[in-house]
């Protein structure tokens, strides 16, 4: 089988020379702040479903109306992997920083249309149709933006891969911090009707006032060493065509690895509006539980960056994916039998370890899948399918399971099962491509 038959792991060309501390610093603040705009935007809707269901899709039950809300954000992530393919392309011929200042250009759009929609009562149906409209754009720029922010940071210096990839999901871990900080200061000093009204769509403007700081900083940073290898690189293939016919394998070993945890990843965004709808816990602690996790991702994940550049990647991501699987089922089954703030805090703080432990390497193991001429295309599609299919319906399938089986422990075998698939594309990329 071509699509796994064993590859260099590290690109053709001679890995460049460690980069100076002021030219490192721009490219992880580069990297960073917009993707932290750009998931900050995205993580917000999930926190703020409640408050834009009741705005955008009317309902006498408040069950149906979450899973509406939910399927939208579930649906426009089936974008992404067209994002991910034109815009990674796009980062492939063009380079990296071409591509993250057109990523961040269409999540402001897609934000602004966010932010300023009038909802049900003033459009009738147009109103969803314009949410729908508006994640979609949002959806498409995401899917371009890990794909040319991962192959960017992971090209900084060779030998120190894991650090720099690592605050691609440092920066998620900051969005849900921003994120879990906004819904919780709301949730605190507004009322419902408020929020309703009018408060859910403040942190959408505050994503309005980040754009243009992070594309300030992108334009001004220097481009990746590894797309600095002159005009021949117009005579390549094309990166899309390269990825499909040549590097399956690839595909598969980056998509399975993420799989765990990009389910991990919304089913915490989910915690506190499972912990409110089902457990009936207050909002502004169910928010502050995630703000937790958020401290935790941030901090935590550039720390198992370093480890795993000194010690390896395998040895830190395979204990961590098999303690998520195993842990699942019993945090959530003590959740549900002793609903409480503290027991919300220790799972998600648990969860959130893990999740830190696992992330830390996962970007540079991804980018070790593909050639540098076909790495963002490859990464970006990988990616986007996996987080389309194991990532955006997440929150769905949660209360989807919940609802069909009547038990509120349901999410967390989707959890285990996700985990173990996980397990098997991590021992693949150890055995086939040999990436330690």
């Known amino acids: 089988m071509t699509g796994i038959s064993p590859q260099p792991t590290e690109p053709e060309t001679p890995p460049a020379a460690p980069p100076r501390r002021a030219s490192a610093k721009r490219a992880i603040a580069a990297a960073t702040i917009g993707n932290a705009l750009e998931f900050f935007d995205l993580a917000i809707y999930a926190l703020m479903a409640a408050y834009i269901g009741k705005t955008f899709f009317p309902d006498d039950n408040p069950g149906i109306q979450l899973i509406q809300t939910f399927a939208v954000f579930g649906i426009t992530y089936l974008v992404r992997p067209i994002g991910g393919l034109l815009l990674g392309s796009y980062a492939d011929r063009q380079g990296r920083k071409k591509a993250l200042m057109l990523s961040i250009r269409l999540m402001v759009l897609g934000t602004l249309l966010m932010a300023f929609m009038p909802g049900?009562?003033?459009l009738g149906f147009l109103a969803p149709l314009g949410i729908v409209l508006a994640r979609l754009i949002q959806g498409f720029a995401a899917g371009g933006e890990f794909g040319a922010a991962t192959s960017f940071l992971v090209e900084q210096n060779n030998r120190r891969k894991s650090f720099f990839g690592s605050f691609q999901f440092a920066s998620q871990g900051l969005a849900t911090l921003m994120a879990s900080l906004f819904a919780t200061g709301l949730t605190m000093t507004l009322s419902d009707a408020q929020m309703t009204a009018w408060g859910w769509r403040v942190p959408f403007v505050f994503g309005l006032l980040?754009?243009?700081?992070?594309?300030?900083?992108?334009?001004?940073?220097?481009?990746?060493?590894?797309?600095?290898k002159g005009p021949e690189r117009e005579e390549e293939p094309s990166p899309v065509r390269s990825v499909f016919r040549h590097h399956w394998g690839g595909l598969l070993i980056a998509g399975g690895a993420l799989?765990?945890?990009?389910?991990l990843n919304y089913a915490l965004q989910y915690m506190p509006t499972f912990?409110?709808?089902?457990?009936?816990?207050?909002d502004s602690l169910s928010f502050t539980a995630l703000l937790i996790t958020g401290v935790i991702l941030t901090l935590g994940t550039p720390v198992v960056g370093l480890l795993a550049d000194r010690f390896g990647r395998m040895r830190i991501m395979l204990p961590a994916a098999a303690l998520i699987g195993l842990s699942a089922v019993p945090l959530f089954i003590w959740l549900t039998r002793a609903p409480s703030f503290l027991a919300l805090a220790l799972c998600m703080t648990i969860l959130g370890l893990l999740k830190a432990a696992y992330f830390g390497a996962l970007p540079s193991?991804?980018?070790?899948a593909f050639p540098a001429e076909a790495r963002a295309t490859g990464l970006a599609f990988s990616y986007n399918t996996t987080v389309a299919v194991f990532g955006g319906f997440t929150p769905a399938i949660a209360t989807a399971l919940i609802t069909a089986t009547g038990s509120q422990t349901s999410p967390s075998y989707y959890l285990l099962a996700v985990s173990a698939l996980s397990i098997a594309s991590l021992a693949g990329a150890y055995r086939i491509r040999g990436i330690r």
């Open 120 to 122: 049900y009562a003033t």
């Open 210 to 228: 980040v754009g243009p700081v992070g594309f300030v900083i992108r334009r001004y940073v220097e481009e990746s060493p590894a797309m600095a």
């Open 259 to 263: 799989m765990v945890s990009t389910a």
């Open 275 to 282: 912990a409110t709808k089902e457990l009936g816990l207050d």
């Open 365 to 368: 193991v991804m980018a070790d």
